[in-house]
């Protein structure tokens, strides 16, 4: 049988003969302490009699597997919460790329605050100029759009939105980029002309939109401070 000192812990194989059948008492060659072991390895202390040697031996055995089976499920879960915030902090960073594999991505990324620019593309030397087409007042938009990706990208139509002291939408008009295909670095243009614009618009808001039927597909990376209204002659 397996014998077990109560106060240390230290075990020791004992033959059944040993012990003989009313038991004996036996004492720790590790700390000196002695105690009775009955013919079955059961234990008797200061409280009575307790748990034997063999069932000591199992609880501590079930006991140490239980607490290394808490380890590695927690373990994992740390293993699984580092992945999990790994890709969280991944996809935040790279969130153009995301968006621009899953398009549909950019409406949460921007309801948790974060900004998105899924065409890869740039808003520059943005001008807005008003004048008389004859009797016919005229807004006329122009602007370079720089491709600050570090692949070729297709050219979305820009949006112009007309706001007027409030923000309030009153008018809109799209635009077309040329060319097409933008490379790396290089600067396309868009123009647009809209007669009769309202004399209440106060301030541009410029988009990219994948087509103007899109409109909810857009995103809005400038805004434009309209000049002045001028008296035709």
């Known amino acids: 049988m397996i014998l077990t000192c109560p ?17 004996r008492t036996v004492k720790c060659a590790a700390c000196d302490h002695s105690w009775f072991v009955g013919p079955e390895g059961e234990v008797k202390g200061e409280k009575g009699p307790i748990a034997g040697a063999h069932e000591a031996y199992r609880e501590k ?3 140490r597997r239980l607490r290394q ?6 373990m994992s879960w740390l293993i699984v919460g580092c992945l999990f915030g790994a890709a969280i902090a991944g ?9 621009d594999a ?3 991505s950019a409406s949460t990324f921007k309801a948790i605050g ?3 620019n899924r065409f890869g593309l740039e808003f520059e030397e943005t001008q807005a100029e008003r004048y008389f087409d004859g009797t016919t007042p005229i807004l006329e938009i122009t602007g370079d759009v720089k491709n600050a990706s570090k692949h070729e990208r297709e050219a979305p139509s820009v949006r112009v939105i007309l706001l007027d002291e409030s923000g309030e939408m009153i008018g809109e008009s799209f635009a077309p980029v040329t060319p097409s295909r933008i490379p790396p670095g290089a600067l396309g ?3 647009t002309r809209v007669e009769n614009p309202p004399f209440e618009a106060f301030e541009l808001e410029l988009q990219f939109a994948s087509s103007p039927l899109a409109v909810a597909d857009t995103d809005t990376v400038a805004d434009v ?8 002659e």
């Open 91 to 99: 996809s935040v960073i790279f969130r153009d790329r995301v968006v």
């Open 69 to 74: 089976s808490r380890s590695v499920a927690l």
């Open 114 to 116: 974060f900004e998105v």
């Open 189 to 191: 243009k868009f123009t």
């Open 102 to 104: 899953w398009p549909q």
């Open 7 to 23: 106060e240390c812990d230290t075990q020791y194989f004992a033959d059944d003969s040993t012990i003989g059948e009313s038991g």
């Open 225 to 232: 401070r309209l000049p002045a209204g001028e008296e035709s």
């Open 61 to 63: 055995v079930r006991a």
